[in-house]
Structures are given as C-alpha cells and as structure tokens.
C-alpha cells in the first residue's frame, strides 16, 4: 500500500516545491521507491527544481487523458534510482485534472511506489484541492509570517473537511507542520514570529524547521534538491524532518542563534 | 548614533508580538466561518440606524453568530466615539 502525501500551504512562495523535491529525495536516499508529481497544472517547476526538465516528454494531464500511459510519462531521477518525477503539463490548465482522472493515475503509482508525493499548487482552486484529496498525510509549509500563517489555519481546514478521507469518514489526514526561512537572528530581534507562535496558532505536530538559507537558492539555480546538499543548514534540517517523518524521534535544530566567536565578531565572519 | 539608539536598535522593534496578537483574533474569526449570509447586510444596516444618532466609524460595529451549543448567539458589538 503506498502511501499518499501532500505538500501544501495555500499562499505561494512558501516552498512547497523546494520541499516536495527534498522530501521525495530524502524518502529515495533511504531506499524507499518514491514517485514525486508536480499538480501545477499551467505553472509547472517541479521539474526546474529537480533538474529534470530537458527531459519532459509526456505529462500528467496526458496520462489522465489517456495520450501516454504512465510508464512513459515517468521521468527516472539521474541521482537515485528509487526516485522517478511526474510533471505536469505546462499548456493545459487545471481544469484538465478530475477526480476520477487523478484518482486512476493514483491507483497506477500505488502499484509500483512505496512513496507518493504531491507537490500542491497555491491558492484552494482545483490544483490545490486535487492533489490533497486522495491524501493519507499532509506537510502544510508555513512562513513565519502573518499571511502565510493565516492561508495555512485556512488549508487545515479545507484539509479536514474536502479530502476523500473527511467525504467517506476514513481516519482523517495526518497533518504536519513544516516551518521554512526560520530566521532565529530575527526572531531573537523581536521581528518574526516564533516557531511556538506559530505552533499555538496552528497547533499542528512539528516536523521539521527549516532555517532561512542561501544554499535553498543556490540549489534550486542548479535544479539540485537542496536535501543534497549536506553542507547546509537547510539541507540537514530536511535531513531529519525525512528521518522524523519515518518515525524517528530527532531534535529540532537551527532554532537559536549561533553565538560568534570572539574572532569572528572582530572580523564580522 | 546615540547609545541608547544602539540598543533600541538591537532589541529591534518587536513587531512579531503584533504580528502574534494580529494573527490569534484574525484566525479565530476564519474559523468561526461566514456565518448567515445575513449578517453582512445586517452589519450595514445597524450601522446606517447608529448613525442616526452617533458618528461611528464602519469598523466600529461588529456582528457574529457564536453556537453555544444547541443555542445560536448573535452578538452585536458597538464602539461608541469617545
């Protein structure tokens, strides 16, 4: 039985993407067969980020109309060889998906991966909406910010009463939260909110803090998975959300600031 | 620059407690739903009759619907000018 999870958040730029491409490697690295599908449908970049997408032949909206099966449509990631991206078309527009439609391509994937990630678009259109309906679990991306705290409390409760789970009385969604550009400078500096802020608000089980970083643009320039980059604050910290996820129980890290160093204060290091 | 303005600035400007206060009354409002379809009307309404005898302003009068159990609860709200 694979297991079905959405990435989402309701306002974009979040990082659901950069989540979605590090969380279906971190799944691949530890040897689980894992598909990641893209659902923006007209704004595809699931591929950019993956660095697959020279290599974009069919999509997913032509395997729901049935114009390539999905075996054709898969595109097997370079770097491990559990992990395969299913893009989504970049001409259509999201009301080429369906129920029925997703729900069959679904099925398919199920037979043959562990591990099903959709990546969510912005917004609670029909993207949105689909690519959490058949989820079994769900990682809302959330700012430390007003607005994307406020669409996230908004996705929660879309997510508990429009999913295939809430409509049939199934055992609801595990929901997780995942803060991303954590900035403990700035939270210390009384000018962000604080991840307890933000936990009491949306009182949601925490799965990972990602801290602010210059290796999640760097990596998304070079269509790389920033989970792949071991060197990194952020890619460590996706490290252990994967590992959490499977059922580790890990510490949060990066969460207060650093204390420099007496030469590092001289020399601003 | 002055010392204390040194030590302002370091403590920066704490707009995430107003950030934090902003965010717990706007979600416990969304989550709360529309309530009747009603009540916008409502709202204006009120707010046309209040003025017959005091200037407020259009915030200054807020309806909602509370379920208190089996009991509906309209609570009307009026800030008067000081």
Do not use: W
């Not at chain 2, 206060?21 to 706007?26: G, N, S, T």
């Amino acid at each position: 039985m694979a297991r079905i999870i959405v990435v989402t958040s309701g306002k974009g730029g979040v990082g659901k993407t950069t989540t979605s491409a590090a969380f279906a490697m971190g799944l691949a690295e530890r040897g689980l067969k894992t598909v990641v599908i893209d659902f923006d449908v007209g704004l595809r970049n699931l591929d950019l980020i993956m660095g697959c997408e020279r290599r974009v032949v069919y999509d997913f909206v032509n395997v729901i109309s049935g114009d390539a099966n999905v075996g054709q449509a898969l595109i097997k990631d370079k770097r491990n060889p559990n992990l395969y991206v299913l893009p989504a078309s970049q001409t259509r527009d999201k009301e080429a998906l369906s129920v029925e439609g997703v729900g069959r391509v679904l099925e398919q994937l199920a037979e043959e991966f562990e591990f099903i990630v959709c990546d969510s678009p912005a917004g609670i259109e029909k993207g949105a909406t689909l690519a959490m309906y058949y989820a079994d679990d769900a990682i809302v991306v959330t700012n430390p910010e007003v607005s994307s705290v406020r669409d996230s409390d908004r996705m929660i409760g879309i997510l508990s009463s429009k999913s295939r789970r809430a409509e049939q009385r199934l055992e609801g969604i595990r929901e997780y939260l995942l803060v991303t550009r954590y900035s403990p400078e700035r939270v210390e500096r009384g000018e962000m909110l604080a991840l307890e802020d933000v936990q009491e608000i949306l009182s949601l089980e925490l799965i990972g803090v990602i801290p602010e970083s210059s290796a999640v643009l760097n990596s998304s320039n070079a269509g790389v998975p920033v989970i792949l980059d071991r060197e990194s604050s952020a890619g460590i910290a996706y490290g252990d959300m994967v590992s959490r996820y499977l059922g580790d129980d890990l510490p949060h890290r990066f969460l207060k600031v650093e204390k420099k160093g007496l030469l590092g204060r001289l020399f601003g290091g | 620059m002055g010392l204390l303005d040194y030590f302002k600035q370091r403590r920066g400007s704490d707009s995430a407690a107003i950030a934090k206060e902003r965010l717990q009354i706007l979600v416990a409002h969304d989550r709360r739903g529309d309530g009747p379809s009603y009540l916008p009307q409502l709202q204006r309404d009120l707010i046309k009759v209040i003025r017959k005898y005091v200037a407020v302003d259009n915030d200054a009068v807020s309806v909602s619907v509370e379920q208190d159990g089996a009991r509906e609860v309209l609570e009307l709200n009026v800030v008067l000018p000081d």
